[in-house]
C-alpha cells in the first residue's frame, strides 16, 4: 500500500491594487484576514493566512498591490511584493477581468520562474463570457507557461477548482505551522487591522492612507479587554479630522471599531482611541522599521 503524501508550502497572491486579493484571500481561509474596502492599496503588510486539509497545509501571504511608490511607505510595501517572488511554492498572480496593464519588470521575472504560477482572472461575473475568454488568450501571451484559472471572488465562483489546482502544484512537505493556527500575526495586529479598516470606511481622500495605527495596550480581564490604540498622522490638520467637530467623527470611530474587535474577540471591550502627529512618517524610513514595513 502506498504511503499517503503530505503537501505544504507557501502561496503568495499578487496583482494590482483594488483587483480583489484580500477578498480571495478571506474567501480561501474562510476568515476576514485582511482588509476589504472599495479603496485601493488597503493591504499594507504581508498577512499570511493559512489553510489546513488532512493532507495539505497552504499558506497563504496577501501581498500589497503592485505601483509605483511615490514616497517611503510604498517603497517598503514594494518591498514585500519583491521578497515574495522569491520565497512562494506557487505564485497566484491576480488580474482584473479586462485588465492588461501589468510591471513589465516583474512580468519579465515571473516568465523566469521555475515555480508554478496560476493565473487568477477575477470578477468574471460582471463581464460575458465573451470577454473572459478574449482576456484569457490575452493573457496566455503574457504569461504563456501560467495556468489560468477564471473567478469571482466575492461570488466565490470556481473557488474550489483554485484550490485543487494550488494544492496539485504544492510540494511534498510536512507542515510548517500548527494544524490548528489560522495565522502567524498576532491578535494585537489584526486588531489595529479592524481600526485601521473602519478609518478607510468613515474617512475620505488621503486621510485613511495618512494613518497608522498601534495597540498600544491589551489587558484582558475577566469580563472585558480594555484596548488602547495610537493613530500616528502626518499633520494637525488631519488630526483635527480624524477627531472631528466636538470629537464626533473619532466618536463614531470609536464605537464602529470597538463592535468589530468585540464581533472577533468575542468578548466585550474597552476601546481607548488617541491621535498623535509624527511628522510626514511615511517618508521616514527609520519610523517605518518601528511599524513593521521592514518585514516580509
Known amino acids: 500500500m502506498n504511503e499517503i503524501t503530505h503537501k505544504a508550502g507557501f502561496v503568495n497572491i499578487i496583482g494590482s491594487p483594488n483587483v480583489g486579493k484580500s477578498t480571495l484571500m478571506n474567501k480561501l481561509v474562510g476568515e476576514n484576514l485582511s482588509i476589504i474596502t472599495s479603496k485601493a492599496q488597503t493591504t499594507r503588510h504581508r498577512i499570511k493566512g493559512i489553510v489546513n486539509g488532512e493532507n495539505f497545509q497552504i499558506v497563504y501571504s496577501d501581498l500589497p ?41 516583474i512580468i519579465a521575472r515571473l516568465n523566469k520562474f521555475e ?19 478574449i482576456n484569457r488568450t490575452y493573457w496566455q501571451t503574457i504569461l504563456p507557461k501560467a495556468d489560468i484559472i477564471d473567478i469571482s471572488a466575492i461570488k466565490q465562483i470556481n473557488l474550489n477548482e483554485l484550490l485543487q489546482k494550488i494544492i ?11 494544524k490548528d493556527e489560522l495565522t502567524d500575526r498576532p491578535t494585537r495586529f489584526f486588531i489595529s487591522e479592524i481600526i485601521r479598516e473602519k478609518i478607510l470606511l468613515l474617512y475620505q481622500k488621503e486621510i485613511p492612507y495618512s494613518v497608522e495605527v498601534v495597540v498600544e495596550s491589551f489587558k484582558e480581564e475577566e469580563k472585558l479587554i480594555r484596548i488602547g490604540a495610537m493613530l500616528y498622522v502626518e499633520r494637525e490638520s488631519q488630526k483635527a479630522i480624524i477627531i472631528g467637530h466636538q470629537g464626533t467623527a473619532i466618536k463614531k470611530l470609536g464605537i464602529e471599531a470597538r463592535l468589530a474587535i468585540e ?16 511628522k510626514d512618517w511615511r517618508s521616514d524610513e527609520l519610523q517605518m522599521k518601528k511599524f513593521g514595513y521592514y518585514e516580509g
Not at 80 to 92: I, P, Y
Open 168 to 178: 496539485e502544484k504544492l510540494p511534498d512537505s510536512p507542515p510548517y505551522f500548527p
Open 263 to 278: 464581533e472577533f474577540l468575542e468578548k466585550h471591550v474597552f476601546l481607548d482611541i488617541s491621535v498623535k502627529v509624527l
Open 65 to 105: 498591490g503592485i505601483l509605483t511608490p511615490v514616497y517611503k511607505m510604498q517603497e517598503m510595501m514594494m518591498r514585500f511584493v519583491n521578497e515574495s517572488l522569491k520565497d512562494a511554492d506557487v505564485l497566484l498572480y491576480m488580474v482584473e477581468c479586462g485588465e492588461t496593464k501589468y510591471d513589465e519588470q
Open 115 to 133: 515555480i508554478p504560477i496560476i493565473l487568477i482572472i477575477n470578477k468574471i461575473d460582471k463581464v460575458p463570457a465573451e470577454q473572459v475568454e
